[in-house]
């Protein structure tokens, strides 16, 4: 089945404490992005790849970084997480840049509290 | 920048029609989606437009006016399983990165189906 899967699915933590969200794909796609989503600001874009190490910043990069070694993995990473961090992520793909009707297929989301 | 603008909330009787619409203001537009979410839950793909016009894809419609940054979502023969958010997605060409695309969400309209 085609699928983008996240772990953990939920996750509380606390400040401070460094967190790895894994973000998998099985449909070979090229490019993958995360997002956050919170109430009133929709989703948000962070980071980006258009490919095996080549990653690049979205709209809300700050505190957060990323690692694209292998094409089917994205993990987002949270060096010092604060509690500005808490939020709904989704990890999305789609098989190229964007062209035609090529869509994204998000993950199942990762409910972050960093208390 | 990217601007995307809907309706935070609406509400429409099962059974009947309702309209959502979207507006817009960006450069090298390349497309525009539109996603359902449930609550808790990952966007999923609803339609895609890149020319004017109107697609149409069973109970759900979406229209695109290029010239006025307009589209809009159609539901016909409301559910209440339609209850969600919809979310109307810009895609557009991210030139400083060597062309490649890049999509902007909206924060999304809460559709509330009632009897």
């Known amino acids: 089945e085609a699928q983008v899967t996240q772990n953990p699915r939920y996750l509380i933590t606390v400040t401070g404490k460094k967190l790895t969200v894994t973000c998998s794909q099985n449909?070979?796609?090229?490019?993958m992005s995360w997002y956050r989503q919170d109430p009133g600001l929709g989703l948000r874009q962070i980071y980006y790849?258009?490919?095996?190490?080549?990653?690049d910043k979205g709209d809300v990069p700050e505190g957060y970084k990323v690692s694209r070694k292998e094409k089917r993995n994205f993990p987002l990473i949270l060096e010092s997480p604060s509690p500005n961090q808490t939020s709904l992520y989704f990890c999305?793909?789609?098989?190229?840049?964007?062209?035609?009707?090529?869509?994204?297929?998000f993950g199942p989301g990762t409910r972050l509290t960093v208390l | 920048g990217q601007n995307i603008d809907q309706p935070t909330e609406m509400t429409a009787t099962e059974g009947a029609i309702v309209q959502i619409n979207c507006t817009y203001q960006?450069?090298?537009?390349?497309?525009l989606f539109w996603y359902q979410q449930h609550a808790g839950e990952a966007p999923t793909f609803l339609s895609y437009?890149?020319?004017?016009g109107l697609e149409e894809k069973g109970r759900f419609s979406s229209f695109l006016s290029r010239s006025k940054g307009y589209s809009y979502l159609l539901l016909k023969e409301l559910q209440m399983k339609d209850s969600a958010s919809y979310l109307c997605?810009?895609?557009?060409?991210?030139?400083?990165?060597?062309?490649?695309?890049?999509?902007?969400f909206g924060t999304g309209t809460q559709l509330k189906v009632e009897l």
């Open positions: 790849s258009m490919n095996v190490e080549v990653t």
């Open positions: 449909m070979n796609h090229e490019y």
């Open positions: 437009n890149v020319l004017d």
């Open positions: 960006t450069s090298g537009f390349n497309g």
């Open positions: 999305a793909s789609s098989s190229t840049h964007g062209e035609g009707t090529d869509t994204q297929y």
């Open positions: 997605a810009v895609r557009y060409i991210y030139v400083l990165t060597g062309g490649g695309n890049k999509l902007t």
